[in-house]
Nanobody, 124 residues
Framework: QVQLVESGGGLVQAGGSLRLSCAAS????????MGWFRQAPGKERESVAA????????LYADSVKGRFTISRDNAKNTVYLQMNSLKPEDTAIYYC?????????????????WGQGTQVTVSS
């Protein structure tokens, strides 16, 4: 079992940056692939980025490639999402998720644990 707590969301102007953090409880954080997802009002939840257990493999949604970077620090039980060049369409609640088994994926149904989410609002 793992508990996830996101932080770092807020209000930022278009073109600005934010770094989201997701702190995980438990001693087996390095055994989980991790992902960031987001959900905007009236829209379905979508994958933003994913990272393997070691951190050596990453996946990104096309809409964020070149702007967002996912990383993890297994010693600190934390996964990060650095978001640069933010756009109003990035406005959403951002969730981190942990996947117990299997490889890296952007499929939300394959993740086992979810955080409560953090709001990101980008003003134009």
């Amino acid at each position: 079992q793992v508990q996830l707590v996101e932080s770092g969301g807020g209000l930022v102007q278009a073109g600005g940056s934010l770094r989201l953090s997701c702190a995980a409880s438990g001693r087996t954080f390095s055994g989980y692939a991790m992902g960031w997802f987001r959900q905007a009002p009236g829209k379905e939840r979508e994958s933003v980025a994913a990272i393997s257990r070691s951190g050596l493999s990453t996946l990104y949604a096309d809409s964020v490639k070149g702007r967002f970077t996912i990383s993890r620090d297994n010693a600190k039980n934390t996964v990060y999402l650095q978001m640069n060049s933010l756009k109003p369409e990035d406005t959403a609640i951002y969730y981190c998720a942990a996947k117990r088994s299997g490889g890296i994926t952007q499929r939300s149904e394959e993740y086992d644990y979810w955080g409560q989410g953090t709001q990101v609002t980008v003003s134009s």
